[in-house]
């Protein structure tokens, strides 16, 4: 019997232990992504709502299914985008970071902060690859499935940002 | 510190529990309201369901039925195999335009009623009245008692097959892509099931029982398309056209009896007994949890379904003897 098949027939998700697995990876890809706890969990929230209303769609063959939760994920990150109007301009933060500030100074108490501003500076593209890779803990096979782009190209994107956030370091 | 791959993994927190719980429960509380809509079914509904599939894969007859020869064909079961119902087809199925007891009531003639069950003060008896050893597991869990036995007698059923209304019921489940052809119309086939035995353990406050019934016999002319019929039947089970088309080639339908795992069920696996491949099917979707395994043994068919998580199920199923 295909292998594919076999496993369509013989196992069903335990959905307990999905949720329990799957959801600091999505948490933590928001937190990446967008950087506030709150605005976090609701998009969590939200991703899991939609995923579990689709979750008899899901085909094994297709996806692995966290690759599937986080392209629902990804999905949902877009949607919240387009709603948001950021604060600060990306080169007005850069700006003010720059001249010393006292938002400079709070980022540097700790080197996760200051992280967490270096990836807010970068581009949609490179911060929601790294959000992928390091919050969601997907690797490039996984993220260029999730993205639709190549696994090269991903790893390209992914070596460059993380240079362009060494070299602002 | 430098920037390295420790660094950029150190943003990573966990979820507040209190948010996780939250959405835990709420998530559980959509799966329990849509499964409402569809529940674990009842006994009853559960082999309508069968019974709905064994109907449409009724009997391929060659076209010059008059010369049709009969042969006994005695199905050993030596596997059984689970395959989840996708939601939309088990809706499908309850929609008001099938009326699917009407057609099951239609085509499938009883010419042998069990009758209903009865009581039997011992396994000994339940053995005679029965017709065959009745088997009994040899591992019980803790201050399991053997509580009730039951027997409901042979059953013998008559199945015309009806080509116009069954290809009908595929187009309403949305099954486009195969359908009974026109010269099975008109055909008969039989089944007989010998009589059914339970064991009913008390436990916990509730109840563990074991099924068993020596393979049923089917009557069919030579030439059946059991790869063809077993195809409709998975494609009423859910999978698509390719999946379907492919598992019935390579499955033998003489030895495998396929289960409907209804959408409600928290998962469902294949699990070996004695050297036999069964299923097994879990609900967890309201306390206590209840699990069911369906396995085949030497000469007959059991099912074990109890309040209890499966390895203990697992272990009794393994202990009968």
Same mark, same amino acid.
């Given at each position: 019997?295909?292998? &594919?098949?076999?496993?369509?027939?013989?196992?069903?998700?335990?959905?307990?232990?999905?949720?329990?697995?799957?959801?600091?990876?999505?948490?933590?890809?928001?937190?990446?992504?967008?950087?506030?706890?709150?605005?976090?969990?609701?998009?969590?929230?939200?991703?899991?709502?939609?995923?579990?209303?689709? &979750?008899?769609?899901?085909?094994?063959?297709?996806?692995?299914?966290?690759?599937? +939760?986080?392209?629902?994920?990804?999905?949902?990150?877009?949607?919240?985008? &387009?709603?948001?109007?950021?604060?600060?301009?990306?080169?007005?933060?850069?700006?003010?970071?720059?001249?010393?500030?006292?938002?400079?100074?709070?980022?540097?108490?700790?080197?996760?902060?200051?992280?967490?501003?270096?990836?807010?500076?970068?581009?949609?593209?490179?911060?929601?690859?790294?959000?992928?890779?390091?919050?969601?803990?997907?690797?490039? =096979?996984?993220?260029? =499935?999730?993205?639709? +782009?190549?696994?090269?190209?991903?790893?390209?994107?992914?070596?460059?940002?993380?240079?362009?956030? &060494?070299?602002?370091? | 510190?430098?920037?390295?791959?420790?660094?950029?993994?150190?943003?990573?927190?966990?979820?507040?529990?209190?948010?996780?719980?939250?959405? %835990?429960?709420?998530?559980?509380?959509?799966?329990?309201?849509?499964?409402?809509?569809?529940?674990?079914?009842?006994?009853?509904?559960?082999?309508?369901?069968?019974?709905?599939?064994?109907?449409?894969?009724?009997?391929?007859?060659?076209?010059?039925?008059? !010369?049709?020869?009969?042969?006994?064909?005695?199905?050993?079961?030596?596997?059984?195999?689970?395959?989840?119902?996708?939601?939309?087809?088990?809706?499908?199925?309850?929609?008001?335009?099938?009326?699917?007891?009407?057609?099951?009531?239609?085509?499938?003639?009883?010419?042998?009623?069990?009758?209903?069950?009865?009581?039997?003060?011992?396994? *000994?008896?339940?053995?005679?009245?029965? *017709?065959?050893?009745?088997?009994?597991?040899? #591992?019980?869990?803790?201050?399991?008692?053997?509580?009730?036995?039951?027997?409901?007698?042979?059953?013998?059923?008559?199945?015309?097959?009806?080509?116009?209304?069954?290809?009908?019921?595929?187009?309403?489940?949305? #099954?486009?892509?195969?359908?009974?052809?026109?010269?099975?119309?008109? %055909?008969?086939?039989?089944?007989?099931?010998?009589?059914?035995?339970?064991?009913?353990?008390?436990?916990?406050?509730?109840?563990?029982?074991?099924?068993?019934?020596?393979?049923?016999?089917?009557?069919?002319?030579? *030439?059946?398309?059991?790869?063809?019929?077993?195809? #409709?039947?998975?494609? #009423?089970? %859910?999978?698509?056209?390719?999946?379907?088309?492919?598992?019935?080639?390579?499955?033998?339908?003489?030895?495998?009896?396929?289960?409907?795992?209804?959408?409600?069920?928290?998962?469902?696996?294949?699990?070996?007994?004695?050297?036999?491949? *069964?299923?097994?099917?879990?609900?967890?979707?309201?306390?206590?949890?209840?699990?069911?395994?369906?396995?085949?043994?030497?000469?007959?068919?059991?099912?074990?379904?109890?309040?209890?998580?499966?390895?203990?199920?697992?272990?009794?199923?393994? !202990?009968?003897?």
């Amino acid at each position: 019997m295909p292998g &594919r098949l076999a496993r369509w027939i013989a196992t069903e998700p335990d959905w307990d232990a999905v949720y329990a697995e799957q959801l600091p990876r999505v948490y933590n890809f928001f937190r990446y992504r967008f950087g506030d706890s709150a605005d976090a969990e609701d998009l969590t929230a939200r991703t899991f709502e939609r995923a579990w209303s689709a &979750r008899h769609r899901y085909r094994r063959d297709l996806a692995a299914f966290s690759t599937w +939760l986080l392209t629902i994920a990804r999905n949902v990150a877009t949607d919240h985008f &387009r709603r948001m109007r950021p604060t600060v301009p990306l080169d007005a933060a850069a700006h003010v970071a720059a001249d010393g500030t006292p938002e400079l100074k709070a980022a540097q108490r700790s080197d996760a902060d200051r992280l967490a501003m270096l990836l807010a500076q970068l581009p949609e593209r490179e911060r929601e690859l790294l959000s992928l890779k390091y919050g969601a803990g997907m690797n490039n =096979r996984a993220i260029a =499935r999730a993205t639709g +782009l190549s696994e090269s190209n991903v790893g390209t994107i992914v070596h460059r940002a993380v240079e362009t956030l &060494r070299g602002r370091w | 510190m430098s920037m390295n791959d420790d660094l950029l993994y150190s943003l990573q927190r966990s979820p507040d529990p209190a948010f996780a719980r939250t959405l %835990g429960d709420r998530l559980h509380a959509r799966a329990s309201a849509e499964r409402s809509r569809l529940a674990w079914p009842g006994r009853r509904s559960l082999f309508a369901i069968a019974a709905a599939i064994i109907v449409a894969v009724a009997f391929a007859f060659p076209a010059v039925r008059a !010369s049709a020869e009969s042969f006994l064909a005695l199905f050993r079961v030596t596997r059984v195999i689970g395959v989840r119902l996708a939601d939309r087809n088990v809706a499908g199925m309850v929609q008001p335009q099938l009326d699917l007891p009407h057609l099951i009531d239609q085509h499938v003639q009883t010419i042998l009623d069990p009758g209903p069950p009865i009581d039997l003060l011992s396994v *000994g008896d339940a053995s005679s009245a029965a *017709g065959y050893t009745v088997a009994q597991p040899t #591992i019980v869990p803790d201050g399991a008692l053997l509580d009730r036995i039951r027997m409901q007698g042979p059953r013998a059923v008559r199945v015309i097959v009806d080509v116009d209304p069954i290809n009908e019921a595929l187009r309403a489940l949305g #099954i486009r892509d195969v359908e009974l052809p026109r010269e099975l119309d008109g %055909g008969i086939g039989f089944i007989r099931t010998r009589a059914i035995v339970a064991l009913t353990y008390q436990y916990r406050k509730t109840q563990l029982t074991l099924f068993q019934t020596p393979m049923p016999e089917m009557t069919m002319p030579a *030439g059946v398309d059991l790869a063809r019929l077993g195809e #409709i039947a998975l494609r #009423i089970a %859910g999978l698509s056209a390719n999946d379907a088309r492919q598992m019935a080639q390579r499955m033998d339908w003489r030895s495998t009896l396929l289960v409907p795992v209804p959408p409600a069920a928290t998962s469902f696996r294949q699990v070996d007994i004695d050297g036999r491949e *069964g299923v097994l099917v879990e609900s967890k979707a309201h306390a206590p949890y209840r699990s069911l395994v369906l396995w085949p043994g030497r000469d007959r068919v059991f099912a074990l379904e109890g309040p209890m998580e499966s390895t203990a199920l697992l272990q009794m199923a393994q !202990s009968i003897r």
